[in-house]
């Protein structure tokens, strides 16, 4: 018997051996940004290799006191989280209609949806900059909210919809019987029961927003709106050249918030990933 509880006790440990090396080497990359945003600019350039570097705060403090980080923060939290929350309005009552009603042309719209996702967007960029002109959202948060949920609609309203029809309709039907409204049906019991689909679904749609260059670029011209993933364009050229230590200070900063949600809801985003994402 203590044979057997020392060799579990072995096992155990070289499994969290194993996995602390695997997150270590996963961890590695950001780890580096780090320590190339908190060195000199002059170890950084330098032909020859230095392996003792010595380690400063001039990138840092360049970020808060010559550009207003701060501001490109907030626009990028308001930007992501509010398109994040308009595809979900948007989202979960269209994967409704496509995974319980039966009507013309349903499976269609569903093709159509997803092929949106499809296009290339500098397609529509062109048509995009001058409906967004037009319409005077031009240099605004409002509309670069606008413009990540229109991208990212399609992928969350099928990754809803798949997790939808896991769910038996037994359920509904049930719940009609006793007189319930396809509207309460949607909110106490389809909502519940899909709440790892609709928590990966906000995840991804928020890595793609995060990762949003070209429209973020073509919609936002100016300072007023640059958001975190612009603020780093801004650090290539120009008399100084290229900062490299502030665009790898500004690439962790923007790395930090994501991992931490991810952590957070680990537990919810590995089951959604796993238990309906691909089901037609």
Request: glycine share 6%; with cysteine.
């Amino acid at each position: 018997m203590a044979s057997i509880r020392r060799t579990g006790g072995e096992k155990l440990w070289i499994r969290y051996l194993i996995l602390g090396a695997w997150a270590l080497f996963c961890i590695t990359p950001a780890l580096w940004f780090l320590s190339i945003g908190l060195r000199p600019r002059t170890e950084i350039i330098t032909p020859q290799p230095i392996y003792w570097p010595t380690f400063s705060l001039d990138a840092w403090h360049m970020l808060w006191s010559d550009w207003p980080m701060a501001k490109y923060l907030r626009n990028s939290v308001a930007a992501i989280f509010g398109s994040v929350l308009i595809d979900l309005v948007l989202a979960i009552p269209a994967a409704y209609s496509l995974a319980r009603y039966e009507y013309r042309g349903r499976d269609d719209i569903g093709f159509y949806i997803l092929s949106t996702r499809m296009m290339a967007p500098a397609i529509v960029a062109i048509p995009i900059f001058f409906l967004f002109r037009n319409a005077g959202l031009l240099d605004t948060v409002w509309a670069l909210m606008l413009i990540y949920a229109a991208v990212n609609l399609s992928v969350v309203t099928w990754i809803i919809r798949s997790y939808m029809l896991d769910i038996p309709k037994e359920l509904e039907d049930s719940a009609r019987t006793d007189g319930a409204s396809d509207l309460r049906i949607l909110w106490e019991i389809i909502i519940p029961a899909i709440r790892p689909g609709i928590i990966t679904a906000a995840v991804i749609a928020m890595i793609f927003a995060i990762n949003e260059f070209l429209f973020t670029l073509l919609i936002a011209s100016t300072p007023k709106a640059y958001t975190m993933s612009v603020a780093l364009a801004n650090f290539t050229g120009g008399s100084d050249g290229v900062i490299y230590n502030a665009i790898a200070l500004v690439a962790f900063l923007a790395f930090i918030p994501v991992f931490i949600v991810v952590v957070a809801i680990q537990k919810h985003l590995s089951r959604g990933l796993t238990l309906g994402a691909v089901k037609g």
